[in-house]
C-alpha cells in the first residue's frame, strides 16, 4: 500500500494543479499493486463519492490511463463509448462530465493517476492538458526523489553501524552523505526530512570518532551542503547545479562557511569540517 508520505507528494500535486489549470475538480491516487490505484486524495470535491475508490488497470477511464500508460480524456464521461463504465455511479454523484486522466509513470512503471474534471460537458484544451501533464510529472518527480532517499537511508544505516566492513568504506559513507544532503531540500514530507538530516547527523558523527577532537563549529544546513559538494571535488557550478541554486549562492554559502571553519582554502575547510563532525 502506498504510504503515509506519497499522501504528501500528491496534495502538494493537486493543489498547485487546480490554481494552474482553473479545474473545478481535481483527484488521484497511487497504485497500491500493479494493477490498481485508490483514489485517495482530492480537491474541490463536493461529496465523498470518488474517495476510496479502487481504479482497476483498463476499467473507466483512469483504468485505461494506467492500462495505456498515457493520458486519456472524455467530452462527457456517462455517454463514452471509448471507456467502460463500473464507476459511472461514483462520478455521477459528483457530477462530474468532461474528465482527463494522467498516469504517473517512473522508470517506466505507473505509480498512479491523477484526474481533473469539470462539471459541464466540454472539450477540455491543450493548457488543461499541459496543466495535467506537469502535475504528474511532479509527482514523478517527488516519488523518484523518494525512492532514491529510501535507498541511500538504508545504505547509510549500514554504514553508519559498521563503517569498516570493505576496504574504501569510509568513501562510500562520505559519497552517501553527500547524495543525502544534496536531496534533503527536495524533500516535502517532514518526517521523511527530519530522518534524512538524522541519518545525515550520524553518518558525520561516526567520522567524528575517528578525527582529533576540534573546536565546536556551527554552519547552516545549506553550508554543510556546499561543503560537501566540495568535498567531492565540485566546482562552485557543479555544486550549483546538484543543490539547485545559482553558482553565486553557492559562493556566499562557501565564503561564510570558510570563515566560520577558520579556513583559507576549499580544502582546509573540508578538513576542518571533517574534524568538527559536521561531515564524515
Not at 475538480?25 to 465523498?48: C, K, P, W
Not at 494506467?66 to 455521477?92: F, G, K, M, Q
Not at 491543450?126 to 538504508?154: H, N
Not at 527536495?186 to 538530516?197: F, I, N, S, W, Y
Amino acid at each position: 500500500m502506498p504510504e503515509p508520505v506519497d499522501a504528501v507528494e500528491m496534495q502538494a500535486a493537486l493543489l498547485r494543479l487546480r490554481r494552474t489549470s482553473g479545474l473545478p475538480v481535481v483527484f488521484g491516487g497511487l497504485l497500491s499493486d500493479a494493477r490498481h490505484a485508490r483514489i485517495a486524495e482530492l480537491n474541490g470535491a463536493q461529496t465523498g463519492a470518488l474517495r476510496g475508490l479502487v481504479i482497476s488497470a483498463g476499467s473507466g477511464l483512469g483504468g485505461k490511463a494506467i492500462a495505456l500508460s498515457r493520458p486519456c480524456a472524455v467530452t462527457d464521461y456517462a455517454s463514452s463509448r471509448h471507456i467502460s463504465h463500473e464507476y459511472d455511479a461514483a462520478v455521477a454523484a459528483e457530477g462530474l462530465r468532461s474528465v482527463v486522466a494522467v498516469p504517473v509513470v517512473v522508470r517506466r512503471a505507473v505509480r498512479g493517476v491523477l484526474y481533473g474534471a469539470l462539471r459541464t460537458p466540454v472539450t477540455l484544451g491543450d493548457r488543461t492538458f499541459d496543466a495535467m501533464v506537469a502535475a504528474a510529472r511532479d509527482v514523478e518527480q517527488s516519488l523518484a526523489v523518494r525512492d532514491e532517499v529510501r535507498r541511500l537511508l538504508a545504505a547509510g544505516r549500514e554504514q553508519v553501524t559498521d563503517p569498516d566492513t570493505a576496504p574504501g568504506a569510509w568513501e562510500d559513507v562520505r559519497e552517501a552523505h553527500r547524495e543525502l544532503r544534496a536531496l534533503v531540500p527536495r524533500v516535502l514530507d517532514p518526517a521523511l526530512r527530519d530522518e534524512l538530516l538524522d541519518v545525515c547527523g550520524r553518518l558525520a558523527s561516526a567520522a567524528g570518532a575517528k578525527v582529533p577532537a576540534a573546536r565546536e563549529v556551527r554552519l547552516a544546513p545549506r553550508e554543510v551542503d556546499v561543503v560537501a559538494c566540495v568535498a567531492a571535488g565540485s566546482t562552485n557550478a557543479a555544486a550549483a547545479e546538484r543543490l539547485g541554486l545559482r553558482p553565486e549562492t553557492v559562493k556566499g554559502y562557501l565564503r561564510s562557511a570558510m570563515r566560520k571553519l577558520g579556513a583559507h582554502t576549499r580544502l582546509e575547510a573540508v578538513v576542518a569540517a571533517r574534524r568538527a563532525g559536521l561531515l564524515p
